[in-house]
């Protein structure tokens, strides 16, 4: 029933008509979304806080259509991972990360919404001075490169059309850019809401055909490696503990933190996370499911594209052009946040330009990140999980603990602290990646040398604090 080749031969006229059926559908959401602006007074259209964060007027649906969305577009590393490697996706991708996402409910999200600020290295610069907030835009901007997101649409284009990865990717990109530049922060959330319900419709169907066709998900024991089902996933424990820690980058994470500081209430963002875990906890489910089943189905098939080519052949015409559309959406939802937030952080942090920020200076800063996305992918060579791994250690271990104990008690560290801490992680996992690829000297993952070195420099303002 499943083979694997290119997906254009099994889709049909009914396919294509859904599936752009949904793209203009997306499009009608956000010029609904546009016309509303038109409500505002002319200075409030233009304002930065109105580009940047929708004039903090997110609502509660808003609000958890728009966090969900923009927290899962890398599924083909989610998918990839559980077919390699069964229920350890679940652990790492999954239950890590919602104990995160109810502290930054129950813990953070007063603290963040105090500080009245646009991003989190204006709050760094808050708390700690000009040179901290710099660092820490540096840091962020390293964060939000969408390499993982671009890597995710060129794998998405390319199971379609074929050729080239990089061409897949440069084009995608290219629209998704034009996209972004066009509305702003309300375009993002608009275009999120119907992104939100056709992401979670398809992969919640993959698994009710996966299931009628093939069997409940207690059969797939016996049609797949016992490894499988194994939450080690045959990973030693410091392996499985950095992505704990990664998990808890959450904690420092800009889109998180945007749209915090985007709802309409301390109430709205606090529910509205509590709410949003809840929901991801279901989607991680369902696409845990589907893509054991795309192993049992295509066990010699590419993991980074095996799930969708299983769930396009699984489902009848009509509904794969719905399928098709909801993978799709799972990506773009991402993208253009983190493309977005990106050219946020370049043209409004790094540069400094605040009282004087201008909308060219963002639709400049996001061409500039969008052609350097596309560059950078081509050296992760599709791998989705090592650039989380790459680029999420450098985020979680030099700005956790210094950012983090700001916000508890300002004034505990102090701005040369702060910045010794986090150059010192820096230079610390850049230099340990270098030499052990070079070497091969240890198992020690990079993120422990760079947790390490984060934490000595802020061990005398501890000891004069507590003197």
């Excluded at 859904?18 to 016309?35: E, M, N, P, R, Y």
């Excluded at 990140?369 to 989380?388: A, I, R, T, Y």
């Amino acid at each position: 029933m499943i083979s694997h080749s290119t997906l254009l031969q099994f889709l049909n006229l009914t396919d294509w008509i859904v599936f752009f059926g949904i793209l203009v559908l997306t499009l009608a959401c956000v010029l609904w979304g546009q016309s509303l602006k038109g409500r505002l007074s002319k200075s409030d259209q233009m304002s930065t806080v109105e580009l940047l964060l929708m004039g903090r007027r997110l609502t509660l649906p808003l609000f958890v259509a728009t966090l969900v969305a923009t927290w899962y577009g890398g599924i083909f590393g989610v998918t990839a991972l559980t077919f390699e490697k069964g229920i350890y996706n679940l652990l790492t991708q999954g239950i890590f990360w919602y104990g995160t996402y109810l502290l930054f409910a129950f813990f953070l999200v007063k603290k963040i919404r105090n500080y009245n600020v646009m991003t989190i290295p204006e709050m760094a610069e808050k708390i700690f001075g000009k040179k901290a907030g710099k660092l820490t835009a540096g840091l962020n901007f390293l964060n939000l490169l969408p390499l993982a997101y671009t890597i995710s649409l060129g794998l998405f284009l390319k199971s379609i059309f074929g050729g080239s990865l990089f061409l897949n990717t440069a084009i995608g990109v290219f629209i998704v850019t034009a996209w972004s530049w066009w509305g702003g922060f309300r375009a993002v959330v608009f275009s999120d809401i119907v992104q939100f319900f056709f992401m979670l419709l398809a992969v919640f169907l993959v698994v009710v055909f996966a299931w009628m066709q093939m069997g409940s998900p207690l059969e797939l024991m016996n049609q797949l490696p016992a490894t499988h089902f194994d939450w080690s996933g045959g990973e030693t424990l410091s392996t499985i503990l950095v992505w704990g820690f990664i998990a808890l980058s959450t904690l420092v994470d800009p889109n998180f933190y945007q749209r915090v500081l985007a709802a309409d209430s301390e109430k709205t963002a606090k529910r509205g996370i509590i709410f949003s875990t809840f929901i991801w906890f279901l989607f991680d489910c369902c696409t845990t499911l589907g893509a054991l089943y795309a192993r049992a189905a295509l066990p010699e098939a590419n993991p980074q594209d095996a799930y969708l080519q299983f769930a396009i052949q699984l489902v009848p015409h009509g509904v794969r052009g719905l399928i098709l559309a909801g993978v799709l959406a799972i990506i773009l939802s991402t993208l253009d946040s983190y493309l977005f937030n990106a050219a946020t952080s370049v043209s409004y942090d790094f540069f400094n330009f605040k009282e004087r920020f201008k909308v060219w200076h963002h639709h400049a800063a996001l061409a500039g990140v969008s052609v350097l996305s596309v560059v950078l992918s081509l050296h992760f060579e599709g791998n989705v999980v090592e650039v989380w791994k790459t680029l999420g250690s450098l985020s979680a271990a030099c700005l956790l603990f210094p950012l983090l104990l700001g916000q508890w008690k300002p004034g505990l560290i102090s701005e040369r602290s702060f910045c010794w801490a986090v150059s010192f992680g820096c230079i610390g996992i850049v230099s340990w990646r270098i030499l052990n690829k070079l070497y091969g000297f240890s198992t020690w993952d990079e993120f422990y040398i760079g947790l390490l070195l984060t934490s000595i420099p802020l061990i005398p303002s501890l000891i004069r604090k507590k003197a």
